[in-house]
């Protein structure tokens, strides 16, 4: 086994070419231990003249030949001769003569490199200089030619005279003629003529970007192989001269315009646009510079001229910016802050515009008098099963369709007390009203409101009286009820139609429809359906999944699918238009109840909703609306010293709450419902209120105040249950309006404690005082009203000043103890706590009684 390893230890690395020389060197340990190491020495490398073979060793001489045809001799550069090994030192241990040849190999590397380096440089130098004897010989035999051709231009050519002997003729001027041209080529050899010879460009380095230049001005050869020239594509393929950088469109238009300049002449200068410029009450520089399309230096160097160093992104005034716009010849247009909201009171429709539309009928009435019931009757519903406590506590919408085709939208408004917000705003939208009082019961405190809001609104009215299936119904004794509120319906001679109906049976529904159709039509209602839709808010809530839903009551115009809107402070697209039946709508006409999708926030009921062109101008006026109503929560009422003396000297305790509602009418009647229920010594502080589920910022707010959270009709999501149980914050739960309020009543009365009763039992004088025991005064009275009673509550007054409060230690009858002493006679009694006591004092003894306190 241990010969293996030695010959796994001691095997040599293997290779095809073997490039290095190995060796072994065997190390020596302490206790015993070798170790044998494989040293590999590389061979050097021969660096010969660049461009040329490497020079092999000489080979071993071969036998002799026949010389062959001389030749030019190739001569190569000598190659460096190694330099000779130095002899090892004597006694060199084997890491010592490692590291020694590794020395000597980088020394050689280092050597060769340098060597290598001073031949290239000697090189370039000799190539530089034949380039130079090169360009010279060139240089002078273009002089020489130049010279010749020269010369050659300027001699004469011989006249040639056949007509008369002259004395060139003769034999002498021919001789001399002959010799003249062996003379002048005696005197001026022909010049050499050179072949052009391409200069060689020595190789140097190259920017990529100009070789990135030559690659795309080089024209395509079709003689080469071009398939590293570029991405091949369905262009270039049938289109040769595409691999050419086309032109930039504006470098066309420069070009065009060049020739266009040339042609005719200089240009005309532009005639200035005149422009109308709308200017706000506060506008920067820059932004006037672009409604005027003029250049922002411009405009900075006018207001420099004007005095005024402003940049380009300060804000000027109207006036300063209406002297602007004047100066470079636009015209202004001066608009406020206000004109940025949409006001719709004065947009009329033509009268040929408008169609009839289906009645706006609202239910309205005192709580639980059958109003649900009723319009359950005539939609074929049962809503009534599905409400808390039995009772409406949403406004809701539903259209319905009758008999004959014709079609009318019900508002249903709750009936109690607290939901008069509701109430009043669904006569306000409303074209009919329906007076619904039960014939059992007559008129409550609602059903009076109910009319009040209807006269306030101006509308008409028509009276159901219900549940006339019950022994009980009178409905004589309603109708001269209503007389009292100037109600006269038309049983009585009067102009308000009443209905006898009976929601259980159906009796008398018909006709209520047909007086409903009856007034209608002598309303003659009409809207315009082909413009952009107005609506008004009936009802708002955030639901979970589908985010912010509005239900909205279309007052005319149609709304679309698509349609960019602004509603209160918040804007939106309509993202679905869904009905009372649940089914989804592409457009919702006139006088239609519909829920919309695509709100940015959960708006106020109430608020007035309009198609606007686009989501820039939604955004404009919802920011805009926004604002201000930021300044009217952040505005401070005006305030002086005695109102501050009084705020401050105030005892009243705060009960905080934070309201959290399914819908945005139930908030309202929360928060009014609270607040009705403050008085002198307790008051409701509603920290927040809003619309959806009971999130962590509610739960962190009630926190850090010890507040309770009401949650009506919603839940906390999970993480909000997890800080509840992590910080104890006090939920309360409730479905029915009554219940919250009356919960939030023993809540505030058990903050105040119970109600201190105080009964006077009787008074007495003291006539004298006597001393009892070491520290204590007995005092002798005389009972003038009433009894004193022993163990009661006493009040010692002197000249009708409060000297002590204290109570009954003892009461004695002469020397015996007694609980009560009558009126007219006398006793002594010892006080608990006190002994200023003086002849001529009045006490007073009273009980006390608590009792539960009320709101």
Do not use: W
């Amino acid at each position: 086994m241990s010969d293996d390893n030695d010959n796994q230890r001691t095997r040599k690395p293997l290779g095809l070419k073997r490039s290095v020389d190995a060796g072994e060197v065997k190390q020596t340990f302490s206790h015993g231990r070798t170790n044998k190491v494989v040293v590999e020495v590389k061979r050097r490398r021969v660096l010969g003249k660049p461009g040329s073979e490497p020079v092999a060793a000489p080979p071993p001489p071969p036998p002799p030949a026949p010389a062959p045809a001389p030749a030019a001799p190739v001569v190569a550069a000598p190659a460096p001769a190694p330099r000779p090994a130095r002899p090892a030192p004597a006694g060199e241990t084997p890491q010592e003569r490692v590291k020694r040849l590794q020395l000597e190999a980088e020394e050689e590397r280092l050597r060769m490199n340098e060597e290598a380096r001073k031949r290239d440089e000697a090189e370039a130098r000799e190539r530089e200089e034949a380039e130079r004897r090169r360009a010279e010989d060139n240089r002078r035999a273009e002089e020489e030619a130049e010279k010749q051709r020269a010369a050659d231009t300027a001699a004469p050519a011989p006249a040639e005279d056949t007509a008369a002997p002259t004395a060139a003729d003769t034999p002498a001027n021919a001789e001399t003629e002959a010799a003249a041209p062996a003379a002048k080529a005696d005197a001026a050899p022909a010049a050499r003529r050179f072949t052009p010879v391409e200069r060689p460009e020595p190789k140097r380095p190259e920017l990529k970007s100009k070789k990135k230049d030559e690659k795309r001005a080089a024209p395509i050869d079709e003689g080469k192989d071009n398939r590293r020239s570029g991405k091949l594509t369905v262009t270039r393929a049938l289109n040769e001269d595409e691999g050419r950088r086309a032109r930039s469109l504006a470098a066309l238009k420069r070009a065009r315009e060049k020739e266009r300049r040339g042609q005719g002449g200089p240009s005309k200068p532009r005639e200035k646009q005149v422009r109308d410029v709308v200017v706000p009450e506060a506008i920067t520089v820059s932004e006037l510079a672009n409604r005027m399309a003029e250049k922002g230096a411009d405009l900075v160097k006018a207001l420099f001229n004007m005095g005024m160093m402003v940049t380009v992104n300060q804000t000027i005034d109207q006036d300063t910016a209406e002297l602007l716009v004047e100066e470079f010849g636009h015209n202004i247009t001066r608009v406020s802050a206000s004109d940025v909201d949409i006001d719709t009171s004065e947009d009329a429709d033509p009268e040929e515009t408008l169609l009839p539309r289906p009645p706006v009928v609202t239910i309205m009435g005192h709580v639980d008098h059958g109003k649900t019931s009723l319009l359950d009757a005539l939609r074929g519903t049962d809503v009534v099963k599905g409400e808390a406590g039995g009772i409406t506590q949403h406004i809701g919408a539903y259209q319905i369709t009758t008999k004959g085709g014709d079609k009318i939208t019900f508002l249903d408004t709750p009936g109690h007390a607290a939901f008069t917000e509701m109430r009043m705003r669904g006569a306000n939208v409303t074209d009919i009203v329906i007076l619904v009082v039960a014939g059992d019961d007559g008129l409550m405190p609602q059903t009076i409101e109910a009319i009040n809001h209807t006269k306030a609104a101006g509308v008409p009215m028509i009276v159901a009286i219900t549940k006339s299936d019950k022994p009980e119904f009178n409905p004589k004794k309603i109708r001269e009820r209503l007389l009292e509120h100037e109600i006269v319906v038309e049983a009585m001679s009067g102009d308000v139609q009443d209905v006898e109906v009976s929601a259980k049976t159906g009796a008398g529904l018909d006709k209520l429809i047909e007086a409903i159709g009856l007034q209608a039509e002598l309303l003659e209602l009409k809207a315009r359906p082909d413009r952009d839709a107005e609506a008004t808010v009936i009802e708002a809530q955030l639901d979970k999944g589908r985010g912010p839903v509005a239900t909205v009551l279309v007052t005319r115009g149609t709304l679309k699918r698509g349609d960019t809107f602004v509603v209160g402070t918040q804007s939106g697209k309509v993202r679905a238009i869904v009905d009372d039946k649940g089914q989804q709508l592409k457009e919702a006409g006139p006088s239609m109840p519909v829920e919309v999708l695509g709100l940015g926030g959960v708006p106020s009921a109430g608020d007035n909703l309009t198609v606007v062109e686009n989501e820039q101008r939604a955004r404009e006026v919802a920011k805009y609306r926004q604002e201000i109503a930021t300044e009217k929560r952040t505005a401070l009422a005006p305030t002086n010293f005695d109102t501050m003396f009084n705020n401050l000297a105030s005892s009243v305790i705060e009960f905080p709450v934070v309201v959290r509602a399914d819908v945005q009418g139930s908030v309202e009647a929360i928060v009014n419902a609270l607040h009705n229920l403050s008085n002198d010594e307790i008051k409701v502080r509603v920290l927040s209120a809003g619309v959806g589920a009971i999130t962590e910022s509610d739960v962190t707010l009630a926190g850090a105040s010890k507040a309770p959270i009401i949650g009506f009709n919603v839940r906390p999501n999970a993480k909000a249950r997890d800080l509840l149980k992590r910080d104890n914050v006090r939920m309360m739960y409730y479905d029915v309006i009554y219940h919250l309020t009356d919960a939030i009543a023993k809540e505030m009365a058990g903050e105040l404690g119970p109600e201190r009763i105080e009964t006077v039992v009787g008074r007495a004088e003291v006539k004298q005082v006597f001393p009892a025991g070491k520290k204590d005064k007995a005092a002798g009275l005389l009972v003038l009203e009433g009894a004193i009673r022993k163990g009661l509550f006493a009040r010692l007054t002197r000249q009708d000043v409060i000297v002590s409060a204290t109570k009954i230690q003892s009461l004695r009858r002469f020397k015996d103890d007694v609980d009560e002493v009558r009126t007219g006679l006398e006793c002594g009694v010892v006080l608990e706590d006190t002994n200023d006591i003086k002849p001529g004092d009045m006490l007073e003894v009273f009980s006390v009684e608590e009792r539960e306190r009320t709101l």
